[in-house]
């Protein structure tokens, strides 16, 4: 009698310690669930970004237009969201200072859901920088610089 009472302690034992463990998967399960919910916004946000930063670099004056049309049709996709609006920041190399900086006065910025000119002022002869200006929360790309490069 009392090895069955010892055997019937050990079984209830082995059942309690599988219950924890059970318990503890559980609640593994839930906590990595939710740290996949900011790898899925980072997911989000690459795929966003990818479009334009494949011509991040210098790129040709025919790339810098093909970049301009994929801004202005991302911008008309986006149309009802002016958060996700894409401007063009447009410069010559001889409004660049020393140090990289653009001269504000002699850049040309476009709104390309407005104004869809910054297509005609690309030259493509020329080879252009292009750079990029992210928004501060999120990460996405809400400007795009273009500067024309001495040839």
């Known amino acids: 009698m009392e090895n069955a009472s010892k055997a019937l302690i050990i079984a209830g034992a082995i059942l309690l310690s599988i219950l924890i463990i059970g318990l503890g998967m559980f609640i593994y399960q839930k906590a990595v669930g939710l ?11 690459d795929a966003y970004n990818s479009k334009f930063e494949n011509y991040k670099g210098i790129i040709s004056g025919s790339q810098a ?26 410069s010559d190399a001889s409004t660049t200072t020393s140090n990289g900086a653009t001269s504000g006065q002699d850049a040309t910025t476009f709104n390309t859901a407005l104004d869809t000119n910054a297509v005609s002022k690309i030259r493509s ?15 996405l790309i809400i400007a795009v610089g273009l500067t024309q490069q001495t040839n």
């Open 35 to 45: 740290a996949d919910t900011s790898t899925i916004d980072s997911a989000k946000v």
């Open 65 to 90: 237009r093909t970049l301009c049309n994929t801004i202005k049709s991302h911008n008309r996709n986006t149309a009802e969201d002016e958060t996700q609006f894409v401007t063009i920041m447009l």
């Open 125 to 139: 002869g020329y080879s252009y920088e292009v750079s990029f200006g992210y928004e501060p929360g999120s990460g």
